[in-house]
């Protein structure tokens, strides 16, 4: 495999993993702090992030039905990947406690940030427009699997009540998924974005990859990575290499090419979203172990995803 590979490997995750430890930097230089991670996160989910989704699909000439087999892969592909940690939580994971927490960490993804950072290098806003469907429709799933996998397991009795009206309540008000929407009906519409708008809809979509991923190195904690216990390191593994090659593999064998294929890869091989860890602590679980996931997927993913891109592209199937 030529240097021609690895420059596109590299080109995908070097500039997202130099963010990262720039935003390390910052904070070491007290140049960011926890109140500006708070505010520009909020910025970011709020407006520039949705803001990018909208016009992403907008202005990109793939639609929902050139791409629903691919949506639906997506789909289906993330329960199975979520009932299979179910049951490898089982036989790994002793504490029943922690089993929730362990396939939460192995199956919902940072699609969001890291995510779509690494289909924006790798394709463009081909590639942000295609991965903003397929996000569409695990966005959704993460958040309804996560809350029942951690009810479940949380409570002591198992039968702990889960409230469906909070969760259709957040999917439908998640700025994310209303970007996605409001982006699909203005691209079924065929009509030109007004030049205005789409300037200054650049400008604040500018914003929010870089922006994200400052934040998320700043708020990386070290100390959580290097004192993780096997659990954290099971569902790490899980996330960073399971859960990729079989999703992969599935779309591989699916028909799935090139850029489809390379999406498919590169959202499943992100870290452990963030959100992982809020949902762990608000509803009273071993929130240290979620920080754990979080904090040794984030740094791994560099590496896992750079390598798979390497054996994917030398292979031609991306």
């Avoid at 904070?27 to 520039?48: E, K, P």
């Avoid at 979080?294 to 995803?305: D, K, N, R």
Wanted: glycine content about 10%; some cysteine.
């Amino acid at each position: 495999m030529s240097w021609e590979t690895w420059s596109f490997a590299f080109g995908v995750t070097v500039p997202n993993l130099l963010m990262l430890l720039l935003g390390v930097v910052l904070r070491r230089f007290r140049l960011l702090d926890d109140a500006f991670c708070d505010g520009a996160t909020r910025l970011v989910f709020n407006l520039s992030l949705p803001c990018l989704l909208f016009f992403s699909i907008a202005t990109n000439h793939s639609t929902l039905g050139n791409n629903l087999a691919f949506v639906v892969y997506g789909g289906v592909a993330t329960v199975v990947s979520f009932l299979l940690l179910e049951l490898v939580a089982l036989k790994l994971v002793k504490e029943p406690r922690e089993r929730g927490i362990f396939v939460q960490g192995g199956f919902r993804a940072n699609t969001a940030i890291v995510g779509l950072a690494y289909c924006a290098s790798a394709y463009g806003s081909e590639g942000v427009a295609v991965g903003s469907m397929y996000m569409a429709v695990t966005v959704i799933l993460f958040n309804v699997l996560s809350v029942v996998t951690l009810t479940r397991t949380l409570s002591s009795d198992g039968q702990q009540k889960i409230s469906w009206g909070k969760i259709l309540r957040g999917v439908i008000t998640n700025p994310l998924i209303i970007g996605i929407v409001l982006g699909l009906c203005y691209s079924l519409t065929k009509l030109p974005v007004p030049e205005v708008l789409s300037s200054t809809g650049k400008f604040i979509s500018a914003m929010a990859l870089p922006l994200a991923l400052l934040c998320t190195g700043a708020s990386i904690d070290w100390h959580a990575m290097f004192s993780s216990s096997n659990v954290a390191g099971y569902s790490s593994a899980a996330k960073l290499i399971a859960v990729p090659v079989l999703m992969t593999l599935g779309g591989w064998l699916f028909g799935f090419r090139g850029v489809t294929l390379g999406v498919i890869f590169l959202f499943t091989s992100t870290p452990t979203a963030a959100a992982s860890y809020v949902m762990t602590r608000a509803m009273g679980g071993n929130a240290t172990l979620a920080a754990n996931i979080i904090a040794i997927t984030t740094v791994g993913s560099f590496f896992t995803t750079a390598l798979g891109l390497y054996f994917l592209r030398g292979w031609g199937v991306i």
